[in-house]
């Protein structure tokens, strides 16, 4: 009879407690996004509203806008070979893995024990064996192991944001790399071009001067210039190295296993929808782990708050315990204890004050770093907006220019033929003329470079736009 009263008196306790630690209250503030202040117009783009995260949503194979499929190889090695990418998948493994230890805080400890002690008294030796289940639990009665989990949920859920950003900046970082790449492919296509017509014009001076029509200082001259032209070449090659070792690391290679061969500019500029909705800007990784950083910092306040609270932890143990181990585990062996303890602390020089204030300080400075980071966003979407736009309009007059480059160029070699005007007339006019063309392979490489930047400040382009 009393075994079943001891029995429904643990069983009471028990649920006591359970509901205590389920319907006890939770310190701190309730979590709700910082407000950021932006305008409801952009200079550069129309249709945008208040960003809210939404990283989680689909980015597609954003690279494949650009229609070059080599690129498209390259750029899907990042995922499973870029080292920094690994690093990142490694640290949101880490945050998991952190985030299952806080939510194990809300179940008992249990453990067993087994042990034989042997020991004499007055010439008599005694064994004793014991085998026993110990078992302690400490309620959530104040909330801050809901806290500690509420804050180990937002920081993988900030992990996985950022697991995401450097993949996605390893990704525009190779498109950039790979577009310079290309453009220098063109530059040093064009300058060998332009050192086979420097040679053509050093044949024409030399039957000039071989005709008696012109010094050698002419020959001179267009020697210096075709020898500068071969030099430039040269250096073009040390660019372009760089440029390949660049994306080799980017690919998780070293630079002396990769190589790119050399190929014409086969990619195109994708085209900017006229209007880019903000759904597009919401899903920037960096903007989403900034937001749940400050989720996290926000629980952090709880679980400061609750340690100036008692806490109370109730345990339990049961075993066996004989002089002789064919007795163990007979009735008259076993034994069991229930205990129930509250502790509090009276003085701690300030120590929870200063932690709480710490973590209200925390989380304003993840407010910040949010707002901040929001802001950074739309400016770099603008810049980058605009640089477009310009630069294509600078691209057309560039294009004019070179067209009239080359008119100037064929006139000037057609009147030193002629022996209307000096040499220095034919390299001023040749010089301009390469001049206008390596300027528009420049802009070209800039073109490119700001949709790559755009793609990446909208956090992976403009796909899906018009879905529901």
């Known amino acids: 009879m009393k075994d079943n009263h001891k029995k429904l008196l643990m069983r009471s306790v028990a649920a006591t407690l359970v509901a205590l630690s389920l319907n006890g209250c939770v310190l ?25 995260p939404r990283d989680d949503k689909p980015r597609g194979s954003w690279w494949e806008l650009f229609g070059d499929p080599a690129l498209n190889v390259l750029v899907e090695q990042v995922e499973v070979s870029n080292q920094d990418v690994q690093l990142a998948l490694a640290q949101y493994r880490q945050a998991q893995a952190a985030a299952q230890a806080a939510r194990a805080s809300f179940f008992p400890d249990i453990g067993t024990s ?19 289940l110990d078992a302690s639990w400490e309620p959530d009665l104040w909330g801050g192991i809901a806290r500690s989990v509420e804050a180990g949920k937002a920081s993988l859920q900030s992990s996985a944001a950022l697991l995401g950003a450097v993949r996605l900046s390893a990704q525009a970082n190779l498109v950039q790399d790979y577009f310079q790449l290309r453009i220098v492919d063109e530059t040093m296509a064009l300058q060998s071009r332009t050192v086979d017509g420097y040679r053509r014009a050093l044949q024409i001076t030399q039957n000039q001067l071989a ?43 070293a630079p002396a296993a990769f190589s790119l061969d050399k190929s014409t500019f086969n990619a195109r500029l994708p085209e900017v929808p006229g209007s880019l909705p903000s759904s597009l800007l919401e899903r920037r990784p960096d903007i989403a782990a900034a937001e749940r950083r400050a989720a996290a910092a926000n629980a952090e306040i709880g679980v400061a708050r609750a340690a100036f609270y008692p806490s109370f932890s109730l345990g339990v143990s049961g075993g066996f315990q ?15 204890s229930l205990g129930a303890s509250l502790a509090q602390t009276l003085f701690d020089g300030g120590l929870r004050k200063a932690r709480s204030a710490e973590a209200i300080a925390s989380y304003d400075a993840s407010v910040a770093q949010y707002r901040q980071t929001v802001l950074g966003g739309l400016q770099e979407v603008e810049d980058n907006l605009v640089a477009l736009r310009l630069l294509a309009d600078e691209a057309v007059v560039q294009a004019e220019a070179v067209t009239a480059a080359h008119e100037a160029e064929r006139l000037a070699l057609d009147q030193y033929k002629a022996g209307t005007v000096s040499y220095s007339n034919v390299i001023i006019a040749q010089t301009a003329s390469n001049n206008a063309e390596r300027t528009a392979l420049l802009l070209l490489g800039r073109r490119y470079s700001a949709s790559a930047l755009l793609v990446k ?7 899906g736009i018009g879905e529901k």
């Not at 503030?29 to 550069?44: G, L, M, N």
């Not at 002690?117 to 064996?129: W, Y």
């Not at 004989?322 to 034994?335: I, K």
């Open 28 to 52: 701190g503030p309730d979590y709700v996004r910082p407000a950021v202040d932006i305008p409801a117009e952009f200079k550069e783009a129309r249709g945008w509203k208040t960003a809210e």
């Open 114 to 132: 087994a042990g034989v002690d042997r020991s004499s008294s007055k010439s008599k030796i005694s064994n004793s064996f014991n085998l026993g």
């Open 211 to 253: 005709s008696g029509i012109v010094t050698r200082a002419d020959v001179a001259q267009a020697q210096s210039q075709l020898k500068s032209a071969e030099a430039q070449l040269i250096d073009l090659g040390v660019t372009r190295a760089q440029l390949e070792h660049a994306i080799a690391i980017l690919i998780g290679k």
């Open 322 to 336: 004989s002089t002789r181990v064919s007795d163990l585990f007979d009735v008259p062996s076993r034994v069991w």
């Open 457 to 463: 400040a909208l956090g992976g382009g403009w796909q």
